[in-house]
């Protein structure tokens, strides 16, 4: 990460802090089927909901913001940052499907992001926190103005921020699931615990498609154990078969 031009990262939780409908309908559904120790996004107490790191106004704008998000830059004496807020543990599931029986036609890919409304209320829980430690913190709030561009309004409540992430939310680019893990049992898995493609001789997927929910967090290091089991795999059943 050294030659990336991110900050501090932090971890958090929202559970203490949230005050909507959503996340209270949604825990109310989750104590239904799921033992008090999760929460409505089903993780464990130890577990964030959101990941907060800064890193450059340069950097972010053409990698991670939308075309007409940020049509001017600072101007000399004035300067900006981007606190990026990520969503650990999304609930919204999406779908690849595919466009034809044309080998070489690209399939219909529908992420269906924001589709899940407990999705935004804590993407937008955890902005407003993370807009409030810039603004009231020690060592920031003295000398940040607000957001950027400043014709951008201010978000006043939660549902403002809701309504900033619809406008202005982006990926993190961590596709996954798309070919489970699963047993035969599951009509929508394609590997099996050996990650061998289901009716597919000499085949195996070695990568976080394997997943069969993404993880809580990056999938960084799930790729690196993923492709270290698989190779133990293929090592093993090598030496079976000699």
Not at 24 to 50: C, F, L, R
Not at 52 to 57: D, G, N, Q
Request: one cysteine or more; aromatic letters at 6%; glycine letters at 8%.
């Amino acid at each position: 990460m050294a030659g990336i031009p991110f900050g501090p990262f932090a971890l958090t939780r929202i559970d203490k802090t949230i005050q909507d409908p959503v996340w209270e309908a949604a825990k109310s559904e989750k104590q239904k089927v799921q033992p008090s120790e999760y929460d409505p996004t089903g993780q464990w107490p130890n577990q964030p909901h959101i990941e907060l790191w800064t890193t450059e106004l340069h950097f972010c704008a053409p990698v991670f913001s939308q075309a007409d998000e940020l049509p001017q830059f600072p101007v000399e004496g004035e300067g900006a940052i981007t606190l990026i807020t990520f969503l650990c543990g999304p609930q919204a599931r999406g779908t690849v499907r595919l466009s034809s029986n044309d080998t070489t036609s690209k399939p219909i890919i529908d992420h269906a992001y924001l589709e899940n409304d407990l999705d935004v209320a804590v993407l937008a829980e955890g902005c407003r926190i993370g807009d409030e430690v810039l603004m009231k913190g020690r060592g920031t709030k003295d000398i940040i103005a607000g957001l950027w561009p400043k014709t951008l309004s201010h978000p006043k409540n939660l549902d403002d921020w809701k309504k900033h992430v619809r406008a202005f939310a982006n990926t993190c680019y961590h596709p996954s699931g798309t070919c489970k893990m699963a047993p035969n049992s599951d009509p929508m898995g394609v590997v099996d615990n050996r990650l061998r493609v289901r009716n597919v001789a000499g085949l195996r997927i070695a990568d976080v498609s394997i997943l069969p929910l993404v993880n809580n967090g990056h999938t960084q290091a799930p790729a690196y154990a993923i492709g270290e089991k698989v190779a133990h795999m293929i090592l093993e059943d090598a030496t079976i078969r000699s």
